[in-house]
């Protein structure tokens, strides 16, 4: 699974919109074409392309703490606690996430799993502090055991930065790493994956660039992840599913430096693809889906 932080299908905009701005060929070579609020839904073989809501009949904008409890715990957590919440988990939505999350309910089915990110020693740090504003993804790791990477995982290729291509750890924090290309990162990645039952990597600098920040960045970032989306589908192994989704509409509108109530992005691929094109309708369809394909 490949979760991107802050995607949506958007509107057919060359400008605003980065998907038709830079010709994204993971769909336009696979899909023959990209999908908009007016075609969501695309097919070629067995990936599909399709919307996700992320309302959740919570009629405001989606955020990201409530997004991703709900989809990594199954559970609607913006109507659990009344509202959309982000960008970190509500206070009471972590007793939930304890229990919940997916890699707790897998493991307890005896299934191998791993978050493939590594962090900085600058986050250990901040763990270590004692601080609690932590991102789904990560506290789900942290509080079912399932061991977090670090920057000397990276050196030995046994994961991935968040940018994929270890640019912002070597520029930003002068770490002695060497630039990926996206196609060795997405060998990487399924390489991992065939080792696990269950694999998660996480992308987030797409909703900071939907935000307005790193904009400099904006067309190669965009590259970067067309070309790694790119090549993981087309070298997805025959008998693995990749599920790639996201928690709410942000990067695909450039106009506006806010989330989006655009359906956030959902596309499978693989054996199981077009049921779980089918069962995942809003974010909290998504954990049951993933854990249907291993009954």
């Not at 250990?124 to 601080?131: E, I, Q």
């Not at 030995?156 to 630039?179: C, F, Q, V, W």
């Not at 008998?239 to 709410?248: A, Q, R, T, V, Y």
């Amino acid at each position: 699974m490949i979760f991107i932080d802050g995607v949506g299908i958007g509107k057919e905009d060359k400008i605003n919109n980065p998907f038709f701005r830079f010709n994204f060929k993971t769909f336009k070579n696979i899909f023959g074409d990209i999908p908009t609020i007016d075609q969501p839904y695309l097919k070629n073989n067995n990936s599909f392309v399709f919307p996700i809501d992320a309302q959740m009949g919570i009629p405001d904008i989606p955020l990201s703490g409530t997004g991703q409890t709900s989809i990594f715990c199954g559970i609607n957590a913006s109507e659990f606690i009344g509202k959309h919440f982000g960008p970190y988990p509500y206070s009471t939505l972590i007793p939930v996430i304890k229990k919940q999350n997916i890699f707790y309910e897998l493991k307890k089915k005896r299934k191998k799993v791993e978050f493939v990110n590594a962090y900085p020693k600058i986050f250990f740090d901040y763990v270590n502090s004692g601080k609690q504003r932590l991102s789904v993804t990560t506290l789900s790791c942290l509080l079912s055991n399932v061991p977090l990477h670090n920057i000397s995982d990276l050196h030995k290729a046994k994961a991935l930065s968040a940018e994929i291509d270890n640019e912002r750890l070597k520029s930003k924090l002068g770490y002695n790493l060497k630039i990926l290309k996206p196609s060795t990162a997405a060998n990487r990645l399924i390489r991992i994956a065939k080792k696990n039952h269950f694999t998660l990597f996480e992308i987030f600098h797409t909703d900071h660039l939907g935000h307005g920040r790193h904009s400099d960045k904006l067309e190669y970032f965009s590259n970067v992840l067309d070309e790694f989306l790119f090549n993981v589908i087309g070298k997805l192994p025959d008998n693995m599913n990749l599920l790639i989704c996201s928690d709410h509409g942000n990067y695909e509108d450039l106009s506006i430096k806010m989330h989006t109530l655009n359906p956030a992005l959902g596309l499978s691929s693989g054996p199981d693809a077009e049921t779980l094109s089918k069962k995942i309708k809003s974010l909290f369809d998504i954990k049951k889906a993933i854990m249907e394909t291993f009954s």
